[in-house]
């Protein structure tokens, strides 16, 4: 040291002047084109020829796309910390992770007095700047459950809501020139921010070595601070390069509100610097720096997972339990989960990375996670890696005319249908928008057009995996026609999914009808249930929702999708479905695929935390002996959901060893969530020998007789021999685990 080894960049300092209120956002989006990594703005609120400057930031924020964001420096006194933290989270969402928080304990005491700021007198903006960071801090720590609690001298919180998490790790920088805020920034900041102006010379050193003891004394490496300068357009590129290679400075933000200027620094100096610098650097042998994490985070690592060793391609976004975005992966959809280390692959040859990752970390749990909506699949869990695969979320319509769409395993179905729609096509999914095509599409897809055309897996012409061996394989009819068949069905155990090729049906408007019957009468109301959906077109799909009785009465919702934009002919097939049982509610409306999918969907952050428990099967009619022995464990209480899905129709088209999903004759899919305690397990029981099967995808128990059920004895044992070629040694675990065949045993 003194060079930190951080990477060299440049940034524009600009007046937010208000008149006229267009020039500072020029000159924002200017330092954009000319390829700046920073855009700042000062801060004095109190000013009426200025621009608010959060305002400012976030309109900035909406004109530009790559360039980061930051007040230069913002003014504690007249921005609550609470308050601060949430626009700072709320911008750094909305921005895609570009925010960075400059900020300084303020000057102007008589300005902020007058705007009913509190003045700092001396020797207290340190404490307050302290308190501020911290209260900042924990309200960005949405992974910490507990409410806010500082009970400062200056910022009291008694109990706040944390969160939101922002997307990324918002660095806090200070400017600093005095020796106790110097140590400040060296104990908690991620940034020294003076302007070069303010300093005299020898103050660069100075306040480096405050800096460092302060920061070495704190139990941190003095290389987490990141070292920037506000500079003047009078400074050379010689001047820059000096203050880089000898006073640690990295990031370099030139004052000036004048456009050519600006060019001149961006396409002259800029260039010449980082050429300078990397020449310095080289012969200095000084180490680039990659992400460093503070003290606290690093005790937050979990055991057995080599953290140091993750390469390059993988180690930038990844998340560990102390990083800011770790809170996204504390709960899915039902469940709770802490991981150890959530690698976050962007391409198909990271997920090859990732997978080589895993396959040296055995001795800790793996989860594949692509939008977190798994019952039987454990995405999450706690203390192991986790490979998100929901960046490959892509959606592209190969060939309109044929149907043909590439669909990435991050993508959502409400996603997928959005961008089909105008197409005139659609892909039966699920009935929840929200569930990941990763997921759902490795294992089924019973959906709202199942009876019509199919299980999502019927649609499905190829698919790209990643295999345990790190090689990436495609299955389809033509190659690897094994693979193939087991990935439509058990694909969890194969490998991980990085993209999907389907035949979309060409789909236009539907109708959604929603009936609630009084189904008091249950096991009629059932064997009836099961007769009329048997007995309707094709075009009908859908499924009825029961639950324990309400003030006497058993209701029954159904859900029923037509596929036809015809009022008459919508009528003609729900009239007998709506004649069952007296109907309490019933509504139907014309709508579009799409829409219903984006109405199945919340973009609120996943909430689940423990484990839920629910049951799964299949079965071919609601006969008298299911009806009643279901409708007894509905009166127990037993579940409280407890839904029929219609299968059958084009499902049972297919031959039953066409696909790893075997169970093709049956014409219901029946899940039942409850709990222990309910007594759903026994309740249960007494359903299984009417069914035929199961589909994996409801079912939260494990172990081999679950496997019995969710396989016929002839796709197992192929399963298994699969199983062997592709994993042998189990690496994909973490949903139903197919052990693999002994040696010797074929299908
Ligand atoms: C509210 C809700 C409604 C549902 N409705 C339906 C429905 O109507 N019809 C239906 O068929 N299912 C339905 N499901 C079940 C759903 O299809 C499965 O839970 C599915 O696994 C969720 O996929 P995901 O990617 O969102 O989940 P994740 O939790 O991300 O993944 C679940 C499991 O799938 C496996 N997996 C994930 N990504 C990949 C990949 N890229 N490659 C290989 N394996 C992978 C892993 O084993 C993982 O543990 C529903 C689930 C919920 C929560």
Do not use: C
């Not at 750094?92 to 300005?111: K, T």
């Amino acid at each position: 040291m003194p060079d930190y080894g951080h990477p060299i960049r440049f940034g524009s300092f600009i007046t937010p002047v208000n008149s006229p209120a267009t020039a500072p956002v020029r000159l924002a989006v200017l330092s954009e084109e000319l390829g700046l990594d920073l855009v700042t703005f000062q801060d004095h609120p109190y000013q009426p020829s200025f621009l608010d400057t959060w305002t400012l930031l976030s309109w900035v924020a909406a004109r530009t796309e790559r360039i980061w964001l930051a007040g230069n420096v913002l003014n504690l006194p007249l921005r609550p910390p609470t308050v601060l933290a949430r626009s700072a989270a709320s911008l750094d969402l909305l921005s895609g992770g570009r925010v960075s928080l400059g900020i300084g304990a303020g000057g102007f005491w008589d300005a902020i007095e007058a705007m009913g700021g509190r003045r700092l007198g001396p020797g207290q903006a340190v404490e307050a700047l302290d308190e501020a960071i911290d209260v900042l801090r924990g309200i960005w720590d949405a992974a910490e459950r507990r409410p806010l609690r500082v009970e400062g001298d200056f910022y009291r919180v008694a109990g706040a809501k944390r969160g939101p998490a922002p997307a990324h790790e918002i660095p806090v920088w200070i400017g600093a020139y005095k020796p106790r805020m110097l140590a400040l920034t060296g104990r908690k900041a991620d940034g020294w921010l003076p302007s070069l102006p303010y300093l005299k010379p020898g103050d660069l050193p100075s306040g480096n070595r405050l800096i460092d003891e302060a920061a070495q004394t704190a139990g941190r490496d003095p290389r987490e601070i990141t070292r920037l300068l506000n500079i003047t357009s009078q400074e050379s590129a010689e001047d820059l390069v000096r203050l880089a290679l000898e006073e640690g400075i990295s990031t370099f933000i030139v004052m000036g509100d004048d456009a050519d200027g600006l060019r001149r620094f961006a396409t002259e100096v800029a260039p010449a610097v980082r050429e300078q610098v990397d020449r310095g650097r080289d012969q200095h042998g000084t180490r680039a720096v990659g992400r460093l994490r503070n003290s606290i985070a690093l005790s937050r690592r979990r055991p057995g997972i080599d953290y140091d060793g993750l390469p390059a391609s993988l180690a930038a976004r990844a998340v560990e339990p102390g990083d800011a975005g770790y809170a996204r992966y504390t709960s899915s959809y039902l469940r709770g989960g802490a991981p150890g280390l959530v690698l976050r692959p962007q391409t198909a040859g990271e997920v090859r990375d990732a997978v080589a990752v895993a396959a040296r970390h055995r001795d800790v749990p793996l989860g594949i996670f692509s939008a977190g909506h798994g019952l039987s699949g454990r995405s999450l869990n706690d203390g192991g890696l986790v490979i998100d695969v929901g960046a490959l979320n892509s959606v592209e319509v190969l060939d309109a005319e044929a149907g043909t769409v590439r669909v990435g395993p991050g993508a959502r179905w409400a996603d997928v249908a959005g961008v089909l729609a105008p197409h005139g096509l659609a892909i039966t999914s699920g009935d929840y928008g929200g569930v990941g095509v990763g997921g759902l599409a490795t294992a089924g897809g019973i959906g709202w057009f199942a009876r019509e055309h199919g299980l999502t897996i019927d649609l499905l012409r190829s698919v790209d995996v990643v295999l345990a061996d790190g090689t990436a394989a495609r299955a389809s009819a033509a190659e690897n026609p094994d693979l193939f068949w087991a990935m439509r069905g058990a694909g969890a155990n194969f490998g991980i999914a990085v993209s999907f090729e389907f035949a979309a049906a060409r789909v236009g408007k539907v109708a959604f009808a929603q009936l609630v019957f009084d189904a008091s009468d249950t096991a009629g109301f059932l064997r009836r249930w099961g007769t009329a959906i048997e007995a309707a077109d094709r075009s009908v799909s859908g499924e009825v929702i029961l639950g324990g009785r309400q003030g006497g009465r058993q209701y029954a919702q159904a859900l029923l999708v037509v596929d036809s934009d015809d009022p008459d002919t919508i009528i003609e097939r729900l009239q007998p479905v709506a004649d069952i049982a007296p109907l309490l509610d019933q509504s139907v409306a014309l709508t579009s695929y799409d829409q219903l999918m984006q109405a199945m969907l919340s973009d609120a952050p996943q909430q689940g935390q423990g484990e839920p428990h629910s049951h799964s099967g299949l079965v071919r009619h609601l006969s008298p002996d299911f009806a009643a022995d279901a409708a007894a464990l509905l009166e127990t209480g037993a579940s409280y959901f407890f839904a029929i899905r219609s299968v059958g129709g084009a499902v049972s088209d297919v031959p039953a060893d066409a696909t790893a999903y075997g169970w093709r004759d049956a014409n219901f899919s029946v899940a039942a969530f409850g709990t222990r305690a309910s007594g759903l397990d026994s309740r249960w029981e007494k359903l299984v020998p009417h069914m035929d099967g199961m589909y994996l995808s409801f079912e939260t128990a494990t172990g081999p007789e679950v496997l019995a059920r969710a396989f016929p004895p002839g796709h197992l044992t192929r399963l298994r021999t699969l199983k062997r070629r592709y994993d042998p040694t189990g690496l994909f675990r973490d949903n139903f685990y197919i052990a693999p065949a002994a040696a010797g045993h074929a299908a």
